[in-house]
């Protein structure tokens, strides 16, 4: 009876004094998503939204609204892009191989637009401080493939939330078909496209021109305030790389340079 009396003591000892057991360790955490850096500023606060996003570019902003789809090809070179899309059923879509200096482009504004597009072909680069404006219902806006963008160009395709009516009729009339560049054209530095134009394929647009209205023909230059065709006929090249040896191109530079030269040398 001792015994077992100083056994169940001791068994009473054991239990106060001992040392508690460790806590279970806390179960892992779960990976953080992966996030991709060419869109990690990109804040999608949109519902169905599609997005996809190809390399050497980074794109900061914010999508709101339904059904929108933004599609961006593989940059030529390193580029920056600041997009704004509010409303449904938007579409942005950039090539491949372009190249954009923290363009920036918006859909909507603080009012929402709708069912608006806005496409950039393959191949076209835009210079710093260039902006496209989608602000109205239904917008269009077409820059072709190939384009070179100056710097501090403005396309405006509309003018929400600011609205326009016929004081007679009450008609609205901040109306448009789309604004529309084609493939190959030189957009020159400060210039302004507004909401009714077109420019034609291989056209060149001096800087500072305000295009107003749809032009027709090729190859043209078009300047002045409001814009007019002051020369026809042009061929561009966008560099000395692009030109063919032995080319009337080549041969062309090389008179020139001869003249050049020649004047040069001899002074009157």
């Not at 949109?46 to 593989?74: M, P, Q, S, Y």
């Not at 920036?104 to 806005?118: D, E, L, Q, T």
């Not at 016929?166 to 957009?187: A, M, P």
Request: proline share 7%.
């Amino acid at each position: 009876m001792k015994r077992d009396k100083k056994m169940r003591g001791l068994k009473r000892l054991w239990f106060f004094w001992r040392k508690p057991e460790p806590p279970p360790p806390p179960a892992p955490e779960p990976p953080a998503p992966v996030v991709d850096p060419a869109i990690a500023e990109l804040v999608d606060a949109g519902t169905d939204t599609v997005i996809e996003v190809g390399a050497k570019i980074r794109i900061k902003g914010r999508i709101t609204g339904n059904r929108n789809r933004l599609i961006v090809g593989d940059a030529h070179a390193a580029s920056t892009l600041t997009i704004l899309i509010n409303g449904d059923d938007n579409v942005l879509e950039l090539g491949r191989g372009c190249i954009t200096k923290d363009t920036y482009i918006s859909i909507g504004n603080h009012v929402p637009a709708s069912g608006c597009s806005v496409t950039v072909g393959s191949g076209t680069s835009f210079e710093p401080q260039c902006k496209i404006l989608a602000p109205n219902h239904g917008n269009i806006v077409r820059i072709g493939s190939n384009c070179l963008i100056s710097n501090t160009i403005t396309f405006r395709a509309g003018d929400s939330p600011h609205l326009i009516f016929d004081r007679e009729t009450g008609e609205y009339l901040d109306r448009t078909e789309g604004l529309f560049i084609g493939d190959h054209v030189w957009v020159g530095e400060r210039s302004y496209v507004t909401k009714r134009a077109t420019v034609p394929d291989g056209c060149i647009v001096a800087a500072c021109a305000v295009v107003t209205k749809r032009f027709d023909e090729t190859n043209t230059v078009l300047a002045g305030n409001p814009a007019k065709v002051v020369k026809h006929n042009v061929e561009w090249v966008r560099n000395r790389t692009k030109i063919a040896p032995g080319s009337v191109h080549d041969e062309a530079l090389k008179r020139f340079r001869r003249e050049v030269s020649s004047r040069a040398k001899d002074p009157e």
